[in-house]
């Protein structure tokens, strides 16, 4: 009868990792908000990591993380160290292109919990008096990662996130505009 379990057991575990092997590594969560203020106000507000502990849905996780800047203030070259509790991890992001009014794109590097690197795009769109903001985050998840995303979904918890940034980034730039 143990040997019956054991090999019921071994089975159902290398039915999950071939499961898990046939899962697309690459990953796209993509959330939108409309901003109701210039694109140039908002793409601002992006543009300078400086201005993300105000409305970044990570900030208010660990209100003590510790964050560094490094290059010029804002736009291409632009470096946001941080450390923070387990829910805020250790990582960096780099402004590796900047549009104007239009794009932003960053790469970030995430040390703890997990090392890895994921691509974030916000993309500004002009709608008569409004924005619409487009937060994309795209990557390559490992074997370990695309085990967690079959139990917890990414789309959902990265999403979540990115929809909190959103409207939070939206009431710190209408209030700046208005």
Request: net charge neutral.
């Amino acid at each position: 009868m143990a040997k019956r379990i054991a090999l019921l057991v071994v089975a159902v575990v290398a039915a999950f990792c071939v499961y898990v092997a046939l899962q697309p590594s690459a990953y796209r969560v993509e959330r939108s908000a409309i901003v109701v203020a210039t694109p140039e106000q908002t793409f601002a507000e992006v543009n300078d990591f400086h201005n993300w502990e105000a409305w970044s849905p990570w900030a208010k996780l660990d209100p003590a993380a510790k964050a560094t800047f490094e290059g010029p203030a804002s736009g291409q070259g632009a470096v946001l160290r941080w450390s923070g509790n387990h829910e805020v991890g250790e990582g960096s992001m780099t402004v590796v292109e900047s549009r104007p009014s239009e794009f932003v794109r960053i790469r970030t590097d995430f040390v703890k919990p997990f090392a890895g690197s994921a691509n974030s795009e916000f993309v500004f769109k002009g709608d008569g008096p409004r924005t619409i903001v487009t937060w994309s985050m795209s990557g390559e998840r490992g074997f370990l990662e695309r085990a967690i995303c079959t139990i917890m979904n990414g789309d959902k918890m990265i999403g979540g996130q990115f929809e909190k940034g959103l409207a939070n980034l939206k009431k710190v730039t209408e209030g700046k505009a208005g």
